[in-house]
C-alpha cells in the first residue's frame, strides 16, 4: 500500500496564478482532510470530506475549493493565489482508528 | 466546535529527566491522537486513545486519557536527545479533527 501520496511536494506561484494539489489515497477510507501549517505553528483545517461527493468547510476554506468525486482523490484547487497561501499543505485520510498523512506539499507565492 | 489546547508550547529538557505534556479539550471527543513532527517532515502517528482511562506506552513515551476531565497527557520518560521535535495532540469532532498549536520539545544533553 502506498497510502496517503500528495503532489508536487514542492511549487513556487506567482500572485494570481491557480494550481491543484493532488492528494490521493489506496486505503478505501473515506474521510479525508486538507490541512495548512504555516511556519512555527499547527495544522489548521481548510476542507474535509466524508466520502465522495460530500465535502465541507473547515476553519480556513477562503481561496481554497475542493472535489471527491472518487473515495480515492481529494484534490485541493487553489484559485487566485496570494501570498498568505505561502504555507506547506498535508492531506490526510481516516480509518482504522488511525490518521494516515502524505508528505506534503511546500508551496510558496511570491 | 472543538477547541484544542496544549501546554507548554515550548520546553527544554535535560536529557535523563521525565516531564509531561498537557492537551485540554473543551467538547466530547471520541478519541484523541498524539503525533511527532520532525522539522521539515510530515506527522507521524504516536497513540491514538479511545476510551476513558486509556493508558498507552511507546518507548520512553507515555499517553493517557481522561474524558471527564477532557484532557490527555504525553509523558516522557527519561529524555533522550532522539526525542526532541514537535508533538501535537489532536482531538476528534463529529467529522472534523482538530490540532493543539504544539509543543517544541529540546532535550539538551
Known amino acids: 500500500n502506498a497510502g496517503v501520496t500528495q503532489t508536487p511536494k514542492f511549487r513556487i506561484l506567482k500572485i494570481g496564478q491557480s494550481m491543484t494539489l493532488q492528494c490521493t489515497q489506496d486505503?478505501?477510507?473515506?474521510?479525508m482532510y486538507w490541512y495548512r501549517q504555516d511556519p512555527g505553528m499547527g495544522l489548521k483545517l481548510i476542507y474535509y470530506?466524508?466520502?465522495?461527493?460530500?465535502?465541507d468547510k473547515g476553519e480556513v476554506p477562503n481561496g481554497y475549493n475542493v472535489s471527491r468525486s472518487t473515495t480515492e482523490d481529494f484534490p485541493l484547487r487553489l484559485e487566485l493565489a496570494a501570498p498568505s497561501q505561502t504555507s506547506v499543505y498535508f492531506c490526510?485520510?481516516?480509518?482504522?482508528?488511525?490518521?494516515?498523512f502524505g508528505s506534503g506539499t511546500q508551496l510558496s507565492v511570491l | 466546535e472543538l477547541k484544542v489546547e496544549q501546554n507548554p508550547l515550548f520546553l527544554s529538557m535535560q536529557e535523563g529527566k521525565n516531564y509531561t505534556i498537557y492537551c485540554n479539550y473543551s467538547?466530547?471527543?471520541?478519541?484523541l491522537y498524539w503525533y511527532r513532527q520532525d522539522p521539515g517532515k510530515s506527522l507521524e502517528s504516536l497513540f491514538v486513545?479511545?476510551?476513558?482511562?486509556a493508558v498507552k506506552q511507546e518507548g520512553r513515551l507515555m499517553a493517557s486519557l481522561d474524558t471527564k476531565a477532557r484532557l490527555s497527557t504525553l509523558h516522557i520518560t527519561a529524555a533522550v536527545h532522539d526525542l526532541s521535535a514537535t508533538y501535537f495532540c489532536?482531538?476528534?469532532?463529529?467529522?472534523?479533527?482538530?490540532f493543539g498549536k504544539g509543543t517544541k520539545l529540546s532535550v539538551i544533553p
Open positions: 486505503m478505501n477510507h473515506n474521510y
Open positions: 490526510a485520510s481516516r480509518g482504522n482508528e488511525k490518521l494516515f
Open positions: 486513545l479511545l476510551s476513558n482511562g
Open positions: 489532536c482531538g476528534a469532532g463529529s467529522y472534523q479533527l482538530t
Open positions: 470530506s466524508v466520502g465522495a461527493g460530500i465535502t
Open positions: 467538547t466530547t471527543s471520541d478519541r
